[in-house]
């Protein structure tokens, strides 16, 4: 009798134990869920942090970044150069400077809807491809703000080390003179077909323009300005010797290469 109530109290004893094992393990489970818990709340914390979007420069923080750096600014269309294949290229300026977007990623509805003034959010990385600095690979947001630049006159800074600090800028050239080019049989022209003259009408225009005796080489891009508009005519209508008033945005290519907007007589 005593071995069997010994028995018996000793298998009561182990079940006693199992019982409380079982909740010590599963409050250790719940412990563990709940620690899990936690972790994963800290981790859906930090997502937003690891990808939020990168922080908007300034233009001087643009500038001073290294080429084939990531880049992210806020800026204002001022014109449109061309849109094929989801790609758009666009002239755009802030208060504080000027982006050239070349190949930006776009729909065709949303190239449309990138009219003159429309603040946009691009990011994409910076490049430099003979003298003129871009942004490529890019993708743009549109965010509320509107903006429009004002031609700033640089006359007096064609020919200093001071003129490509507005690269991209909406500028103006007061008082040029137009110079000879020749074309390809040697005739002295007010314009060209292309820099060589191999092109045609609808091509780009190429032409001289001087100041205080040094030659510049001026561009109307036909993407831009095709050969309807006032601009194109303009600069087919110009003889050698004309004194003209310009406006456009100041394109490099191998030294300063304006893509002009708009030809008046000079004031």
Excluded at 73 to 79: F, M, N, S
Excluded at 105 to 117: F, H, Q
Excluded at 183 to 194: E, K, M, Q, S, T
Aim: net charge negative; charged share 20%.
């Amino acid at each position: 009798m005593k071995k069997f109530l010994a028995l018996l109290l000793a298998a009561m004893m182990v079940l006693s134990l199992a019982a409380c094992g079982n909740p010590e393990s599963a409050d250790g489970d719940s412990d563990n869920s709940d620690d899990a818990v936690v972790d994963n709340a800290g981790d859906n914390a930090e997502t937003p942090a690891d990808g939020e979007t990168a922080a908007v420069m300034t233009h001087d923080e643009y500038v001073a970044a290294a080429v084939d750096t990531p880049v992210t600014v806020e800026t204002y269309v001022q014109a449109k150069q061309s849109w094929w294949e989801d790609k758009a290229t666009v002239y755009t300026q802030a208060e504080d400077g000027a982006y050239f977007l070349y190949n930006m990623a776009c729909s065709e509805e949303d190239y449309e809807k990138l009219t003159v003034g429309t603040k946009i959010r691009v990011s994409g990385y910076k490049s430099e491809w003979s003298g003129e600095v871009e942004i490529i690979d890019a993708t743009f947001e549109i965010i509320d703000g509107n903006y429009v630049a004002e031609p700033l006159d640089v006359t007096s800074l064609l020919g200093s080390d001071d003129l490509i600090n507005h690269q991209n800028e909406l500028v103006a050239f007061k008082g040029m003179t137009v110079e000879a080019s020749q074309d390809a049989d040697g005739n002295d022209v007010a314009f060209l077909y292309n820099d060589d003259g191999s092109g045609q009408d609808g091509s780009d225009l190429y032409f001289k323009v001087s100041l205080n005796g040094t030659a510049y080489t001026f561009t109307v891009e036909s993407y831009l300005c095709d050969n309807t508009t006032e601009v194109y005519s303009a600069v087919k209508n110009l003889s050698i010797g004309d004194k003209i008033d310009l406006e456009g945005f100041l394109y490099w290519y191998n030294g300063v290469n304006p893509h002009i907007t708009s030809v008046t007589p000079a004031a």
